[in-house]
């Protein structure tokens, strides 16, 4: 329980990133939530991700909305910067935190009821507009806190825990994304941390918006028969489209392997994502081809896994605003209130 405190001291044979820290030093207070979440080893997997990175953990901002997915900031990254906002609403203030401050690393934490119902519009705009973080879905087709009922991504056919039938449409946030321009879009499941912590270092990297849906069972509400978002469902009915390879720019990158057995995105800050094709047909630059591939594979009663979309040319926000290199919160005055004459000239351009 978060009453209890983690033991400060670290054995001193734990081994340490390029930064001086522990993978210790990634996480957060003990997690409240049920035992076996699919959440935890979300959290478990952005802290081997941080890690593995060597990101310094006062140089992110982690932002959340409301439900049990935006309780779990506050299980990794306790030396990072944090802010837990109302319910659908993260998107907008992570928006303006990284207009302010573009030198810190933006990790959005949210669910299947805070980003597909009331967070749904702020969820596509952040989208388009192209905001450098990773957006991270911790998706279990229910309202966990509220008992178990269907949230917007459960899918038609699905039953409850007390039986009851799913009669709507769901809503499909890798779809969304795709369509709204994400330039990094990935599912996961939090039962596959070999698949999954690749996935976020990846995300973490890309200069864009990235989004990862990732399948998270609710052991409580939805890990029955006749669950779509249960352990085992997930675990049958998984397509994975390839298992990727993360490399940092600063990493010399060696590889022995036959032609037509990998595909290789190098993004515009020199790091490399390597793909190992399962399918060989399946391309990861191609958008339109994405969305099509996920839904016919949905149709099939099947979740496709894996980085399905990348644009290793993508722009961020403050690129499109064309914003100064400095940050924003730290001009000053004159910079920010150049004077009437400079108002004058903006609004003369506009008429």
């Known amino acids: 329980m978060t009453?209890?405190?983690?033991?400060?001291?670290?054995?001193?044979?734990?081994?340490?990133?390029?930064?001086?820290?522990?993978?210790?030093?990634?996480?957060?207070?003990?997690?409240t939530l049920c035992a076996g979440c699919g959440h935890d080893s979300i959290s478990a997997a952005i802290i081997q991700a941080c890690w593995e990175l060597d990101i310094e953990p006062h140089r992110v901002a982690k932002l959340s909305g409301i439900g049990c997915s935006s309780k779990t900031p506050d299980y990794f990254l306790g030396n990072s910067h944090g802010f837990n906002t109302v319910h659908g609403r993260m998107p907008s203030v992570l928006t303006g935190a990284y207009l302010a401050n573009r030198e810190l690393i933006y990790l959005g934490v949210s669910g299947d009821g805070d980003s597909a119902s009331i967070g749904l519009g702020q969820f596509a705009h952040v989208m388009r507009r192209g905001v450098n973080m990773t957006y991270l879905v911790e998706n279990n087709g229910v309202y966990g806190l509220t008992k178990g009922q269907f949230s917007a991504t459960a899918d038609?056919?699905?039953?409850?825990?007390?039986?009851?039938?799913?009669?709507?449409?769901?809503?499909?946030?890798?779809?969304?994304?795709?369509?709204?321009?994400a330039t990094f879009v990935a599912r996961g499941f939090s039962g596959d941390k070999t698949q999954l912590v690749p996935l976020i270092r990846a995300a973490l990297a890309h200069q864009g918006a990235a989004v990862i849906?990732?399948?998270?069972?609710?052991?409580?509400?939805?890990?029955?028969?006749?669950?779509?978002?249960?352990?085992?469902?997930?675990?049958?009915?998984?397509?994975?489209?390839?298992?990727?390879?993360?490399?940092?720019?600063?990493?010399e990158i060696t590889a022995d392997y036959g032609a037509g057995e990998l595909i290789e995105v190098r993004q515009h800050d020199g790091s490399l994502v390597r793909l190992r094709k399962l399918h060989a047909d399946y391309d990861p630059t191609d958008r339109i081809r994405a969305m099509s591939y996920v839904q016919e594979h949905a149709a099939r009663?099947?979740?496709?896994?894996?980085?399905?979309?990348?644009?290793?040319?993508?722009?961020?926000?403050?690129?499109?605003?064309?914003?100064?290199?400095?940050?924003?919160?730290?001009?000053?005055?004159?910079?920010?209130?150049?004077?009437?004459?400079?108002?004058?000239?903006?609004?003369?351009?506009l008429r």
């Open 301 to 349: 009663g099947e979740v496709v896994t894996g980085l399905l979309y990348v644009d290793a040319d993508a722009c961020d926000l403050h690129e499109q605003l064309d914003t100064v290199g400095q940050a924003l919160n730290t001009l000053g005055a004159a910079e920010l209130c150049p004077g009437s004459g400079a108002l004058e000239k903006i609004n003369a351009a």
């Open 3 to 31: 009453y209890l405190a983690k033991p400060k001291l670290h054995h001193p044979s734990l081994a340490k990133n390029r930064v001086g820290y522990t993978r210790r030093d990634y996480e957060g207070r003990i997690s």
């Open 156 to 181: 038609k056919g699905s039953k409850s825990k007390k039986g009851q039938t799913n009669n709507d449409a769901p809503i499909d946030l890798v779809s969304l994304a795709l369509l709204m321009g």
């Open 213 to 251: 849906d990732i399948l998270s069972p609710c052991i409580a509400f939805n890990n029955h028969a006749g669950s779509t978002k249960s352990y085992d469902y997930v675990r049958e009915h998984n397509e994975a489209v390839n298992r990727l390879d993360f490399f940092p720019q600063r990493d």
